[in-house]
């Protein structure tokens, strides 16, 4: 799967600009840690947006490329920002065979947003994934903690409506 980058533009603060520096200050001169800077950095950010990966390369002396490298090649970056709300529909066999790809269809109209996105309110983000471990119940999304199965395309905006209103 290909990573989606944001489309929301990066909101800094200058707290959050103080602990990047302070992350890259302790692992300068040592790449071996960038892995480590990295995964601090998304602590501090939630994400790894294009201006920190530029800050961490600039600061510990890397090329750009291995930084934006790391960060595609590992599931665990994350290059968008999470909404408030993260969506995730199972693609997994059980749940594609019952119809999977039209709830994920109709979830990507209703957000305006595709796959690895955040809507700009930031209130959802949506993802694909291959198994969520709970095939009897396929198609199945969960929202959070929340599962959903036997889903139809129908049943999607309802769905939505109530976590818009909570």
């Known amino acids: 799967m290909v990573k989606k980058v944001s489309k929301l533009p990066f909101q800094d603060t200058p707290e959050k600009a103080r ?18 800077a990295m995964q601090k950095a998304q602590l501090i950010y939630g994400y790894l947006p294009y201006e920190v990966q530029v800050r961490i390369a600039d600061g510990m002396d890397i090329p750009l490329e291995r930084v934006y490298g790391v960060s ?14 993260s969506v995730s529909v199972c693609l997994g066999t059980a749940c594609y065979v019952k119809g999977a790809q ?65």
């Open 72 to 85: 595609t090649f590992y599931a665990q970056f994350a290059l968008s920002p999470a909404g408030q709300y």
């Open 102 to 166: 039209a709830v994920l269809d109709r979830l990507t109209e209703l957000l305006g947003i595709a796959p690895g996105e955040c809507t700009e309110d930031g209130v959802f983000s949506l993802d694909a994934c291959r198994c969520i471990g709970a095939c009897g119940l396929a198609p199945v999304m969960m929202i959070n903690d929340d599962v959903y199965g036997n889903l139809t395309p129908e049943q999607i905006a309802p769905i939505l409506e109530k976590y818009r209103q909570a």
């Open 19 to 36: 602990q990047l520096q302070a992350v890259i200050a302790q692992y300068r001169g040592d790449p071996s840690q960038l892995m480590t």
